[in-house]
């Protein structure tokens, strides 16, 4: 079976002035075709550049090591990185403020419509409004919204038109960076229901990034925990929150009724390395509860157990 994402050895950098600063450092992923996969952890881990390089939007000044497949195809090999043919036609992205990321100069059918001219070659109007409408259909908003400018629409309804943008193309992968940190509880909770949706009836994979446990249980079929630019557990859903094995993955998950659901992680001492600066052995025994010696001298490795990984000392 061709994965959806095949990740190894994985390296993700910025170059600066004193050299490369490593924000995601060698990582690898296993994602299968029709997952919804959920990469959650503290803001400045490495997530969401990591669904940066998956969507093909790595600045400039960004750098890459390692191997990633997107669907059998190489858009990493070493230093290498070929984003052509990717980005729209193979994967798509849906933004964490979608009214920046919308055009304030047209309006949504006319942006729909731009989509499906280069990714389909429709010209004809009458089938372009056709297929714009349907669209907008399949994301719960009405065929009115075609006329509308971004500015004319709530958080909410800006949020279902950029992701009617993002399937416009048919992707076969669509990363999901932060979908619903700016809309209230009600409306979270209608978007997270829609990629479910859009996973059943279209069979795209979702990559969704957030640092919101309480959202990824009740989407996601397996989530991967982040900390200072490392995978350190992954695990299909309902094993990593039956049995959270990383002390860090076990403190995120206590922190959900302090914390709520639409705020960032706390309620865990310290705080995480700046990218550069990871601390020898262990990048998590500053802040970890159940640190021993030889956590903060050696790196643990990584440990396996069925389908489910775990980088610490406890379990070696």
């Known amino acids: 079976m061709v994965l959806a994402v095949r990740a190894a050895s994985l390296r993700i950098g910025y170059e600066e002035d004193h050299g490369v600063v490593w924000v995601v450092d060698k990582i690898d992923l296993s994602i299968k075709p029709g997952m919804i996969y959920c990469i959650a952890g503290e803001s400045g881990c490495g997530k969401t550049t990591l ?27 070493g230093n290498y990185i070929d984003y052509n043919g990717l980005r729209g036609k193979i994967v798509s992205r849906i933004p964490q403020n979608p009214g920046l990321a919308l055009s304030p100069y047209l309006s949504i ?28 259909k399949l994301v719960n908003l009405p065929s009115s919204i075609l006329d509308y400018y971004p500015h004319e629409l709530s958080g909410g309804m800006q949020q279902r038109a950029a992701i009617a ?4 193309s048919k992707p076969r992968l669509i990363v999901a960076d932060e979908p619903t940190s700016s809309l209230d509880a009600s409306l979270r909770s209608q978007i997270l229901g829609l990629l479910v949706k859009l996973r059943r009836e279209l069979g795209v994979t979702i990559v969704l990034i957030t640092h919101d446990l309480y959202t990824a249980r009740y989407v996601c079929d397996r989530v991967a925990i982040m900390y200072a630019g490392e995978i350190i557990e992954e695990a299909s859903t309902e094993e990593l929150y039956r049995n959270p094995l990383h002390p860090y993955t076990r403190l995120l998950l206590e922190s959900i009724p302090v914390i709520g659901v639409d705020k960032e992680l706390h ?12 601390p020898r052995g262990c990048r998590f025994h500053p802040r970890c509860p159940y640190r021993m010696g ?3 001298q050696v790196e643990p490795p990584m440990y396996s157990n069925g389908d489910r990984i775990v980088k610490c000392w406890l379990y070696g």
């Open 267 to 278: 309620g865990i001492e310290g705080s995480p390395p700046e990218p550069g600066s990871y």
């Open 165 to 168: 943008l993002a399937i416009a």
């Open 109 to 136: 059918g006319e942006q729909i419509a731009d989509v499906l001219k280069v990714h389909h070659r429709i010209d004809d109007k009458r089938l372009l409004k056709e297929k714009s409408m349907e669209l907008l």
């Open 51 to 77: 669904g940066n390089v998956l969507s093909g939007v790595l600045p400039p000044h960004g750098v890459v090591d390692g191997i990633l497949e997107v669907f059998g195809r190489n858009v990493v090999r």
């Open 294 to 296: 030889r956590c903060s």
